[in-house]
């Protein structure tokens, strides 16, 4: 069999993330908009690579429909001022959407059909809320084939809660506050707004600029948590702090084949290791990071304890922490989430995956001691998927 190509992540920016709805940021800004600004950032950062050597675009949404829809990859190409030979697609895995983009144009470069691709995702919550105009087979209630509680996120993660009554809603709360907490010291650190591209915003007041996310709460206590209603059943465990709020927002992210980025001067940020995706019942879509996590270990040859950072995508806390007590990890451990997550940043649904690469990627850059990353997310309809990096800064040395 030959011998496969080596697949690297060159780059990665994202726009900042808005609150969806009608209060929010970007209720004036179309969603296609937001996913050519974030290309059009990326190859502003990234002079060097020409435009006409770009193999394929994808870019992903979960509802493709109005400014979401028509084939996003290939719209958004020809809007970012790509050359018309740059060809693009759509894909939806629902929140692992931007993550499915990386690794099938990365399977692309892996099988040497592209040499250098750029794979992103875009979700504008306010104007397309999930499953809006969806129309699920009837099927799926009348001959149980899914339980009613799996079309609705929240309740699959109160049901996650069912299942390990070791995991309180004190518990989650704490996680929901740490995630607040900690994505206020990382801004206050200057760690994330590197990778932000500022998006111009039209509202009643006049012109503006996002430059950083809108639904962070530094300002969360436990005792506020305590108080919040829990709206997907009476005297529930799932509430609006330790889950992600409904989010605006769009990533982009630059991969390349390793001689590719050699040849025009590009550094690796990250190695692709291995990915995998699995299913689980869709009523508990929480579970799913753990056997896509467990199959591409196996497929890298790795265990958990090679992995020295994880960047887990932040739907409900409950469902980080399910992962967490699989593993035998900590709660609090350094290595998970560093900057915070979802619960603070925000979760729009098929960006979200690429977010999780842009920060484990600057993380890898301060941590030459750590060899080993993953990036990992549940997914709507009982899946989940995992992608293990490696760090091309390691040194061997222990800090």
């Not at 994202?14 to 009608?22: H, I, K, L, S």
């Not at 296609?32 to 435009?51: C, F, M, Q, W």
């Not at 109160?158 to 990382?186: C, M, N, W, Y």
Request: hydrophobic residues 40%; charged residues 20%.
């Amino acid at each position: 069999m030959a011998e496969r190509t080596e697949v690297v992540f060159v780059d990665g920016v994202r726009t900042p993330f808005g609150r969806a709805g009608e209060k929010g940021m970007y209720w004036n800004t179309r969603a296609d908009d937001l996913v050519v600004k974030a290309i059009i950032g990326l190859l502003e950062r990234n002079p060097s690579v020409p435009k006409d050597r770009i193999d394929e675009v994808a870019i992903a949404a979960t509802t493709q429909q109005g400014d979401q829809g028509l084939t996003l990859g290939r719209t958004a190409a020809l809007l970012a001022g790509l050359p018309k030979s740059v060809p693009g697609f759509a894909i939806d895995r629902m929140c692992a959407g931007a993550m499915t983009s990386v690794t099938t144009l990365g399977s692309g470069i892996g099988f040497g059909a592209y040499d250098l691709v750029i794979a992103g995702g875009v979700e504008h919550m306010g104007r397309h809320p999930m499953g809006l105009d969806a129309d699920p087979n009837p099927r799926f209630l009348s001959e149980r084939l899914v339980s009613p509680d799996a079309l609705n996120m929240g309740n699959t993660a109160e049901r996650i809660h069912d299942r390990f009554p070791h995991l309180t809603k004190e518990r989650a709360d704490r996680f929901g506050l740490r995630s607040q907490q900690k994505v206020a010291a990382a801004y206050a650190a200057g760690q994330i707004q590197p990778d932000l591209v500022s998006v111009a915003l039209r509202t009643d007041a006049g012109w503006g600029l996002a430059t950083q996310d809108e639904g962070m709460r530094p300002e969360t206590t436990m005792e506020g948590l305590a108080g919040l209603k829990t709206p997907f059943r009476p005297h529930g465990r799932v509430t609006a702090g330790n889950a992600s709020p409904l989010t605006d927002g769009a990533t982009a992210s630059l991969l390349a084949s390793a001689e590719t980025a050699k040849e025009l001067g590009l550094r690796a940020k990250m190695r692709m290791v291995s990915f995998a995706f699995a299913g689980v019942e869709p009523e508990i879509m929480g579970l799913g990071p753990v056997p896509s996590t467990e199959k591409a270990l196996r497929k890298a040859g790795l265990s958990i304890t090679d992995i020295g950072l994880f960047e887990l995508n932040e739907a409900f806390a409950v469902q980080v922490l399910s992962f967490l007590d699989h593993f035998g990890i900590e709660d609090d451990d350094t290595r998970v989430n560093p900057w915070g997550g979802a619960i603070a940043i925000g979760h729009p649904l098929a960006a979200s995956g690429v977010r999780l690469m842009i920060q484990l990627a600057r993380q890898f850059e301060q941590h030459p001691e750590v060899r080993y990353g993953l990036t990992a997310m549940c997914v709507g309809l009982g899946q989940g998927g995992t992608v293990i990096w490696e760090n091309p800064n390691y040194t061997g040395k222990k800090k």
